[in-house]
């Protein structure tokens, strides 16, 4: 019956500009880029940039262009936009 099914008001639905993401399930992620610049169109995440402190949230990653090998650290939260990002290889 999951195609009668209705949100309540108050449960939030993930959209597909904002997918739902662990930042520490990050590591070796594929990524693929909307619009590919340079042949750079697949990406891995090599590394997860952690904090300082250790209580703090992770909110830094190393991203590896896999043609290139050119590395660019960002937002992890910056691989959410959809017309940027898209999971996986493809």
Do not use: C
């Amino acid at each position: 019956m999951l195609g009668n099914y209705i949100p309540q008001a108050d449960q939030a639905m993930p959209t597909a500009k904002s997918p739902r993401l662990n930042p520490n399930k990050l590591l070796l992620s594929k990524w693929t880029a909307v619009a590919p610049q340079n042949k750079e169109k697949h990406f891995i995440v090599s590394k997860l940039l952690l904090p300082d402190d250790p209580d703090a949230p992770l909110e830094m990653i190393e991203l590896e262009a896999v043609f290139s090998k050119r590395v660019q650290i960002m937002p992890w939260r910056d691989l959410r936009d959809s017309s940027i990002w898209r999971q996986g290889w493809l």
